[in-house]
C-alpha cells in the first residue's frame, strides 16, 4: 500500500509541474510586421486589362492617401501575380468588414470613375479576369 502511495504522490507531482525545469510563460510576436498576400492567376491573355484596373485602383489609393499593396509579377510558377498589403493594425486589422481606409479608397474611386455604378462594373469585370487566387496572412520580423 505505501508503495502505491508513493508513486501516487509521485505522479501527482509530475503533473502539477513541481519538477519541471523551465516555467512555460505567455509570449507575444515582437518586433514584427503583419501582412496580407495574395496570389493571383489570371486568365490567359487578360494581364494588359488587369494592369490598366490595376493602375486605376492604385490612382485611387493614392488620392485616398492610402498605402497599396507591394505588386510582384511573376515570371514563372502557377500565379501571375503577388500584392503584399502591410496590415498597419496587425492582426487586429482581420475585424474590420470595412475600414476606414476602404472606404476612402472607394469614394476615391466613386470621384475618378463618376458613379458608384461604374465602381461596381469595374470591380466586376476585374474579378471575371481571375483565374484563381489564394490569400494568407503573414509575419515578417523587423
Known amino acids: 500500500m505505501k508503495k502505491v502511495s508513493l508513486l501516487l504522490v509521485a505522479m501527482l507531482l509530475m503533473a502539477s509541474g513541481v519538477w519541471a525545469q523551465n516555467e512555460v510563460k505567455p509570449a507575444k510576436h515582437e518586433n514584427v510586421t503583419w501582412h496580407r498576400v495574395v496570389m493571383v492567376d489570371y486568365k490567359p491573355g487578360q494581364n494588359a486589362r488587369v494592369k490598366e484596373i490595376i493602375k486605376i485602383y492604385k490612382a485611387a489609393g493614392a488620392e485616398a492617401k492610402n498605402k497599396g499593396p507591394e505588386t510582384h509579377w511573376f515570371s514563372t510558377g502557377e500565379y501571375d501575380a503577388m500584392f503584399i498589403w502591410t ?46 487566387s489564394t490569400s494568407y496572412i503573414s509575419r515578417k520580423k523587423l
Request: hydrophobic fraction near 35%; proline fraction near 2%.
Open 87 to 132: 496590415m498597419e493594425g496587425g492582426p487586429s486589422d482581420m475585424e474590420w468588414s470595412r475600414s476606414t481606409n476602404n472606404i476612402k479608397w472607394r469614394a476615391a474611386m466613386v470621384k475618378q470613375l463618376g458613379s458608384e455604378e461604374a465602381v461596381k462594373k469595374l470591380q466586376v469585370e476585374f474579378q471575371s479576369l481571375i483565374s484563381s
